[in-house]
Protein backbone atom coordinates (compact mmCIF):
# COMPACT_ATOMS: atom_id res chain seq x y z
CA UNK A 1 0.00 0.00 0.00
CA UNK A 2 2.50 2.21 1.04
CA UNK A 3 4.50 4.13 -1.79
CA UNK A 4 8.38 5.13 -1.88
CA UNK A 5 9.40 7.54 -1.59
CA UNK A 6 9.83 11.16 0.62
CA UNK A 7 7.19 12.47 2.00
CA UNK A 8 5.17 15.24 -0.12
CA UNK A 9 6.36 18.73 0.98
CA UNK A 10 3.49 20.54 -0.55
CA UNK A 11 3.03 21.89 -4.44
CA UNK A 12 6.50 22.84 -4.81
CA UNK A 13 7.67 23.55 -8.75
CA UNK A 14 10.12 21.62 -10.14
CA UNK A 15 11.66 21.50 -13.33
CA UNK A 16 11.21 17.43 -13.99
CA UNK A 17 7.53 15.39 -13.02
CA UNK A 18 7.61 14.44 -9.78
CA UNK A 19 8.57 10.87 -8.96
CA UNK A 20 4.50 10.02 -7.49
CA UNK A 21 1.30 11.49 -8.52
CA UNK A 22 -1.57 11.84 -6.19
CA UNK A 23 -3.97 9.02 -6.72
CA UNK A 24 -7.38 10.82 -6.76
CA UNK A 25 -10.86 9.09 -4.93
CA UNK A 26 -14.72 10.00 -5.33
CA UNK A 27 -15.62 11.17 -2.02
CA UNK A 28 -18.22 8.52 -1.62
CA UNK A 29 -18.39 6.18 1.18
CA UNK A 30 -17.37 2.46 -0.41
CA UNK A 31 -20.08 -0.10 -0.06
CA UNK A 32 -18.64 -3.04 -0.64
CA UNK A 33 -16.60 -3.97 2.34
CA UNK A 34 -16.78 -7.66 4.03
CA UNK A 35 -18.64 -7.39 7.30
CA UNK A 36 -16.41 -8.21 10.42
CA UNK A 37 -16.30 -12.08 11.64
CA UNK A 38 -19.67 -12.26 13.90
CA UNK A 39 -17.11 -13.34 17.28
CA UNK A 40 -13.36 -12.75 17.81
CA UNK A 41 -11.79 -16.24 17.97
CA UNK A 42 -11.69 -17.16 21.59
CA UNK A 43 -13.98 -14.62 22.48
CA UNK A 44 -17.90 -14.59 22.39
CA UNK A 45 -17.74 -10.49 20.78
CA UNK A 46 -15.84 -7.75 19.72
CA UNK A 47 -15.11 -4.50 21.98
CA UNK A 48 -18.15 -1.70 20.83
CA UNK A 49 -15.38 0.39 20.07
CA UNK A 50 -13.95 -2.38 17.74
CA UNK A 51 -17.11 -2.78 15.66
CA UNK A 52 -17.24 1.30 15.34
CA UNK A 53 -13.54 1.44 14.62
CA UNK A 54 -14.59 -1.62 11.18
CA UNK A 55 -17.55 0.34 10.21
CA UNK A 56 -15.39 3.48 10.08
CA UNK A 57 -12.79 1.12 7.85
CA UNK A 58 -14.86 -0.28 5.75
CA UNK A 59 -16.36 2.76 4.53
CA UNK A 60 -13.67 4.90 3.59
CA UNK A 61 -13.65 6.11 -0.42
CA UNK A 62 -10.40 4.90 -1.05
CA UNK A 63 -11.31 1.20 -0.09
CA UNK A 64 -12.37 1.00 -3.69
CA UNK A 65 -8.38 0.40 -4.25
CA UNK A 66 -8.01 -2.28 -2.23
CA UNK A 67 -7.92 -5.98 -3.37
CA UNK A 68 -8.10 -9.11 -0.88
CA UNK A 69 -4.92 -9.03 0.64
CA UNK A 70 -5.33 -5.65 2.08
CA UNK A 71 -8.81 -6.40 3.47
CA UNK A 72 -7.05 -9.54 5.08
CA UNK A 73 -4.46 -6.79 6.48
CA UNK A 74 -7.41 -4.65 7.26
CA UNK A 75 -8.84 -7.25 9.53
CA UNK A 76 -5.71 -8.22 11.10
CA UNK A 77 -5.33 -4.73 12.18
CA UNK A 78 -9.19 -4.88 13.77
CA UNK A 79 -7.71 -7.87 16.09
CA UNK A 80 -4.71 -5.24 17.28
CA UNK A 81 -7.85 -2.83 17.50
CA UNK A 82 -9.75 -5.21 19.61
CA UNK A 83 -6.69 -5.58 22.10
CA UNK A 84 -6.15 -1.69 22.45
CA UNK A 85 -10.14 -1.23 22.87
CA UNK A 86 -10.17 -4.03 25.10
CA UNK A 87 -7.79 -2.37 27.19
CA UNK A 88 -3.93 -3.69 26.07
CA UNK A 89 -2.83 -0.11 25.61
CA UNK A 90 1.06 -2.22 24.48
CA UNK A 91 -0.48 -2.66 21.33
CA UNK A 92 -1.23 1.19 20.76
CA UNK A 93 1.54 1.89 18.73
CA UNK A 94 1.20 -1.50 16.08
CA UNK A 95 -2.07 0.04 15.81
CA UNK A 96 -1.22 3.64 15.10
CA UNK A 97 1.14 2.12 12.59
CA UNK A 98 -1.42 -0.20 11.04
CA UNK A 99 -3.54 2.98 10.38
CA UNK A 100 -0.97 4.58 8.95
CA UNK A 101 -0.54 1.91 6.45
CA UNK A 102 -4.66 1.56 5.60
CA UNK A 103 -4.76 5.59 5.02
CA UNK A 104 -7.32 6.41 8.38
CA UNK A 105 -6.70 9.99 8.74
CA UNK A 106 -6.27 13.27 6.35
CA UNK A 107 -2.47 13.27 7.28
CA UNK A 108 -2.19 9.93 6.95
CA UNK A 109 -3.99 9.72 3.20
CA UNK A 110 -1.91 12.55 2.76
CA UNK A 111 1.77 10.42 3.19
CA UNK A 112 0.23 7.86 0.77
CA UNK A 113 -0.63 10.49 -1.63
CA UNK A 114 -4.33 9.53 -1.72
CA UNK A 115 -6.98 12.67 -2.66
CA UNK A 116 -10.50 12.57 -2.05
CA UNK A 117 -12.44 14.54 -4.74
CA UNK A 118 -15.94 15.43 -5.29
CA UNK A 119 -17.34 13.16 -8.00
CA UNK A 120 -17.59 14.32 -11.28
CA UNK A 121 -21.84 14.33 -12.65
CA UNK A 122 -22.94 11.97 -14.54
CA UNK A 123 -26.10 13.62 -15.46
CA UNK A 124 -26.67 14.00 -19.28
CA UNK A 125 -28.79 17.17 -20.54
CA UNK A 126 -32.61 16.79 -19.83
CA UNK A 127 -33.27 16.85 -23.54
CA UNK A 128 -30.91 17.58 -26.81
CA UNK A 129 -31.83 18.99 -29.37
CA UNK A 130 -30.61 18.67 -32.93
CA UNK A 131 -28.47 21.12 -34.72
CA UNK A 132 -30.71 20.61 -37.83
CA UNK A 133 -34.25 21.54 -36.01
CA UNK A 134 -32.80 24.86 -34.18
CA UNK A 135 -31.65 25.80 -37.45
CA UNK A 136 -35.10 25.25 -39.07
CA UNK A 137 -36.44 26.96 -35.79
CA UNK A 138 -34.35 29.73 -35.97
CA UNK A 139 -34.69 30.29 -39.88
CA UNK A 140 -38.37 29.73 -40.18
Known amino acids: ?10 EIRRRNKPVHDWTEVDAVPFEGGPKLPATKPGER ?8 WWK ?3 RM ?6 DESDWIFALDTAFVAAAFHGGDIKVATELRNREKVLGTT ?3 RRDLRI ?3 EPKPTELPASVTAIEAYRKEVEG
Request: net charge positive; aromatic share 12%; glycine share 6%.
Open 106 to 108: VDF
Open 56 to 58: AIA
Open 115 to 117: RYV
Open 61 to 66: PHCILW
Open 1 to 10: MPMTGTKPKG
Open 45 to 52: TWPAATRR
